[in-house]
């Protein structure tokens, strides 16, 4: 964690979600990964630009709004506010929602068109290949799988259908050796590992030019000067990242926050970010993001999710169930961020009994009742320190400095990882230190093992307050932390002795299967 990092602006986004349906666990999870870096970004005391959002035109929305008899901006309105309940009640602090509805969107996807056309880069011409409604992209003929009945489908599985209609073409070919360089030249762009292999074999293997509008359907933004055509849904929705930096006002403060630091998304769209949205940029003459991170899917108790299976979870039921702050724990705690992901019922409760309950709740709880019940709630002052009691500092003193450098590479529960080593650590300091059993024979030696474990737990509530705010709120306000005192670069001063703590309660209680 370098000084001069700690004022920069940091600008990070989730991929903008598609409202052809309601949200589920998987859009929670993309929504509090990108939620706990942004708040570590603030506790680092970096400028954070936090952007999210909802796409919404295509083939795919009229559709989906056809079907249920609305107009396809009423089905969007409707489905755009679901997510924008999801981020509330997951304790979602974005600070842009860029919905592709909007007119500041139209402008800024408009602008980018123009600018690719400007510079030579787009075509008339018609379109006649295979092309997918589902998965709103067209495919090529070597990744079709033709069936023993002749139906054809797409990698994902989704039906394919042949159209040729008149189509502008943005010349990605132009662009294969220039990704190529720029991967090489930037091996952080995309991540983790294995999406970054696909993508530069990918491009090694041919690209062809892509085509960027459509007529055979009306639910889209007018392409400039010819109203025919609305332009291919990708092309839209990735310019939904200009339009939070205020593109194509380049002289707004938003601007100032462009290029992204890292878009977030799910692996699924990876070739549409690290391909398409790059090739725009490049096409464009503007800056680009300086990473795209991919992570995995979540299943259910082994399974895939499925609406088929009945096993979509809803994030808002679970959080009534379980408690938010130890559901976004578990999905941030669960697995290495990037791999894929499973949700079960015996991972969640074991835990939220082990890791919360029993090592961080119990070890708040007989440090904090120790200094109520033995000193009339009053923090000691720091005392005299013997080696152990220095040796559990300092691991304390470094842990910002290591998970400031987890939190940089995305790595989310690596750094939840170090941060529980520090627990486990403070819970054998207190077993082999039994203040209880100094309150009969050294009560001053008490009372300076009771104010390192209270600087020990003020700096691990500090680090987990990106992953459960409200539960830390409450851990820090026991601890005596003032609301000012709660960032990175206030650990390196110490609480003052004889401030009066508040009565100590239990913050994670035990989660008992009911039955």
């Known amino acids: 964690m370098q000084d001069n990092d700690m004022t920069r602006r940091f600008t990070i986004t989730t991929p903008i979600f598609y409202v052809n349906g309601a949200p589920h666990i998987g859009h929670a999870y993309t929504s509090i990964a990108c939620d706990v870096i942004a708040r570590f970004h603030r506790l680092m005391g970096n400028d954070v630009l936090f952007v999210s959002g909802t796409d919404e035109h295509g083939q795919k929305v009229e559709q989906s709004a056809l ?62 290949g295979w092309y997918s409604t589902r998965d709103e992209a067209f495919i090529g003929e070597d990744e079709i799988t033709v069936h023993p009945d002749g139906s054809r489908t797409a990698p994902s599985g989704a039906p394919v259908e042949r159209v040729r209609e008149p189509s502008y073409f943005f010349r990605l070919t132009d662009f294969q050796d220039r990704l190529l360089k720029f991967y090489e030249e930037n091996p952080d762009f995309i991540g983790p590992a294995g999406p970054k292999r696909e993508i530069e074999s990918f491009v090694k293997q041919g690209l062809r030019d892509l085509s960027i509008s459509r007529t055979s359907f009306r639910w889209g933004i007018e392409v400039p000067g010819d109203p025919d055509h ?59 993001p300086k990473r795209v991170f991919a992570h995995g899917w979540w299943t259910v108790e082994g399974e895939k999710m499925s609406k088929s299976l009945g096993n979509v979870l809803d994030p808002k039921a679970l959080s009534d169930e379980f408690g938010l702050d130890q559901l976004r724990f578990f999905l941030m705690r669960e697995v290495p961020f990037g791999g894929d992901s499973n949700f079960s019922r015996r991972s969640m409760i074991t835990r939220m009994n082990v890791e919360l309950a029993n090592d961080l709740g119990n070890l708040a709880q007989r440090t904090l009742s120790q200094v109520a019940r033995n ?108 609301a000012d005192e709660r960032t990175i670069d206030a650990l390196k001063t110490p609480t003052p002795g004889g401030r009066q703590l508040p009565k100590p309660q239990g913050l994670f209680p035990r989660f008992v299967e009911e039955g």
């Open 67 to 128: 079907a249920q008899g609305v107009p396809p901006q009423e089905f969007a309105d409707r489905v755009s506010a679901q997510f924008r309940q999801m981020q509330r009640e997951m304790n979602i602090t974005a600070d842009d929602f860029v919905r592709t509805t909007e007119k500041r969107h139209k402008k800024s996807a408009r602008a980018l068109w123009e600018k690719v056309a400007e510079n030579g880069h787009i075509y008339l011409d018609a379109y006649e």
């Open 230 to 288: 609305v332009m291919y849904v990708w092309f839209d929705a990735l310019a939904n990242y200009l339009t939070a930096a205020g593109y194509p006002d380049l002289n707004s403060e938003k601007w100032a926050y462009w290029p992204a630091d890292v878009h977030v998304v799910g692996k699924e769209i990876i070739r549409f970010h690290c391909i398409y949205w790059p090739a725009f940029l490049m096409a464009a003459n503007l800056p680009l």
């Open 375 to 482: 000193f009339d709630g009053i923090l000691p002052e720091r005392g005299a320190l013997t080696q152990e009691d220095q040796a559990i500092l300092a691991q304390a003193e470094l842990l910002p400095s290591i998970v400031s450098d987890y939190i940089e590479r995305l790595a989310i529960s690596d750094a939840l990882e170090d941060i529980w080593k520090l627990i486990r650590a403070a819970n054998a300091y207190i077993d082999r230190q039994a203040p209880w059993v100094l309150k009969k024979t050294d009560k001053a030696r008490m009372a300076d093992v009771l104010r390192v474990l209270v600087d020990v737990i003020r700096t691990v509530a500090t680090l987990l307050q990106p992953y459960m705010p409200d539960t830390m709120d409450k851990m820090l306000d026991q601890l005596g932390v003032q």
